[in-house]
């Protein structure tokens, strides 16, 4: 603090005397100083030299605080890497634009395997790639975009609805050709790739970070895809929200044993008689009714939930046939479909004895049914377990055969009792010769190694006339009849 005598120029013409000055510190550097006068003399005494020390104290603690809150506001608001605004300043600019009504596309521009260049280049060489990128970036946003930078390697771009561009154009011809390629930074030389996703503003989400989260599930998708760049699909979100509750209410409906077995039969083509049927699982759904396994199988497969139902048709399937058996009816073998979880899951053998021990008979009153895609992974252990499925006199059928890509030759090597010729095949026989001849070979192959050969999806007297000429064995089909419950399949069995 300075009192003074000597007064500065222009203190007389204002007739001031004396005058005393209190410097301002702000994080201990002189930041300022508070001029006092007076128009008497000798004015500021011990008294008031006290109390303006207490108010330099305090303008100055005041001070310091503005000051480093404005300091922290603005740090917080920029990328101290890229000096590009930060992703809180992008989450306020957003919230700024959505309030205003504003439409357009919040573009996620992603570095490639960013992290594997920090790692491989070091921190300093990531910083300087990072400072290209922006600049290269700063570059191509006009005035009514925005652009910050929102995560490591990580750049967001807000394109109103009004630029000329499309999101992809953009991207495509502008940020990726400026972007990719190598980048000298000091001795190194950097490649560099990007991918990009978009979200709609308003359509897809009102805030940043919604938004964000969208552009990068569609980032991910169109990396899946391997293309550069895509948009967020709102209606395969809708599929997969709707595909969880599904998975909610299939849980709930296993518990409350909601899964009912249909049986179709399976014919003998030379007599007509029945020869077998398969169990076919519906859901009993309290509110919809019966509803098809194309609506839930795919679902039930995805979530391994497959098991547990698969376990409860098989079990039902031989309560069914010992009841039926008990009611001095002949059931015949029932075939139960094993998915490929199934398949590769432990506990088939025991759910096999099991179900085997319920029917607690001496013939053979199940078979199973396995697609190819069970078939095709690790040779040895297909072979073990159809050996063992085999040695608990199980038969089992190849079904849908024909629509996988596993070959022939292949397929045949494996210890197998039947195949189910796939209802494509069947349908299109009549029509083309080409797929005639192709059936012919199947069932002559299958005769030659012993195999049975079982014709799906028999719907008219020409295909199944054709079938026996063909000399398939058995037919299933509308034509003999549809997937009926329990109660309707004894009924029949009645009638045989
Ligand atoms: P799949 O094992 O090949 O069963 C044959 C399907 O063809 C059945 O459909 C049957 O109703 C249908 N079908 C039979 N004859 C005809 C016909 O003449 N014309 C037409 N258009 N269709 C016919 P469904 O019952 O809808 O079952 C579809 C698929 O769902 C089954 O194909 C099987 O892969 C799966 N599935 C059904 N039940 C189970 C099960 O308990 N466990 C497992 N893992 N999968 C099952
Ligand atoms: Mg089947
Ligand atoms: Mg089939």
């Known amino acids: 603090m300075q009192c003074s005598n000597a007064l500065p120029a222009g203190c007389a013409k204002r007739r001031l005397a004396s005058c005393m000055v209190i410097p301002l510190f702000v994080n201990n550097k002189c930041w300022g100083v508070v001029c006092f006068y007076s128009q008497r003399p000798q004015f500021f005494d011990h008294f008031y030299r006290e109390r303006a020390g207490e108010l330099s104290n305090e303008l100055s603690y005041g001070l310091e605080r503005l000051i480093n809150a404005q300091e922290m506001h603005r740090l917080a608001r920029t990328n101290t890497l890229s000096g590009l605004p930060s992703r809180l300043q992008f989450e306020e600019d957003i919230a700024r ?17 960013f992290d594997e260049i920090s790692s491989a280049y070091g921190n300093a060489a990531a910083v300087g790639l990072l400072r290209a990128i922006s600049q290269r970036l700063r570059t191509a946003v006009t005035e009514d975009m925005l652009l910050a930078h929102v995560g490591v390697g990580r750049f967001a771009l807000f394109l109103p609805a009004s630029e000329p561009q499309a999101p992809a154009d953009f991207v495509r011809s502008t940020v990726a050709p400026m972007l990719q390629g190598a980048y000298q930074v000091k001795e190194h030389k950097i490649w560099c790739t990007i991918n990009a996703g978009g979200a709609m ?42 595909q969880i509750s599904l998975e909610v209410e299939l849980r709930d409906a296993l518990e409350r044993r909601e899964f009912v077995n249909y049986y179709q039969p399976k014919v003998d083509l030379r007599t007509g008689k029945l020869a077998g049927a398969e169990a076919l699982v519906r859901w009993h759904h309290p509110v919809r009714g019966i509803i098809e396994p194309n609506e839930f199988v795919p679902v039930l497969e995805r979530t391994g939930l497959v098991i547990a139902v698969g376990r409860q048709v098989m079990q039902r399937a031989m309560e069914d046939w010992r009841s039926w058996y008990e009611a001095g009816l002949e059931p015949p073998q029932i075939a139960v479909n094993v998915a490929p979880a199934q398949f590769r899951c432990d506990s088939l053998f025991s759910d096999i ?35 063992r499925v085999r040695a608990l006199d199980v038969p089992v059928a190849i079904d849908d055969f024909g629509t996988g890509y596993s070959s022939l030759a292949y397929l045949v090597t494996l210890p197998v009792d039947v195949m189910k010729i796939d209802r494509s095949f069947v349908m299109k026989m009549s029509q083309d010769a080409g797929y005639m001849g192709l059936v012919s070979t199947v069932v002559t192959l299958a005769h030659n190694l012993d195999l049975k050969v079982v014709a799906e999806g028999i719907e008219t007297e020409e295909e199944a006339k054709l079938l026996k000429l063909l000399r398939c064995e058995q037919g299933q089909g509308y034509l003999y009849s549809r997937p009926v419950p329990a109660d309707e399949f004894a009924a029949l069995l009645k009638t045989h």
């Open 97 to 113: 634009l959505a309030a205003s009504g504003a439409q357009g596309t919040v573009l996620l521009v992603n570095i490639n395997r």
């Open 201 to 242: 503003l308003a359509e897809d989400g009102s805030t940043a970070d919604e938004l964000l989260i969208k552009a990068w599930d569609a980032l991910a998708e169109a990396r899946d895809k391997e293309a550069r760049f895509g948009m967020y699909d709102r209606d395969a979100d809708r599929v997969m929200s709707r």
């Open 353 to 387: 004895e099991r179900a085997l021990n319920t029917a607690g008979a001496h013939m053979q009153p199940l078979s199973i049914e396995i697609t190819e895609s069970s078939l095709v992974s690790d040779h040895s252990r297909v072979i073990d377990v159809l050996s």
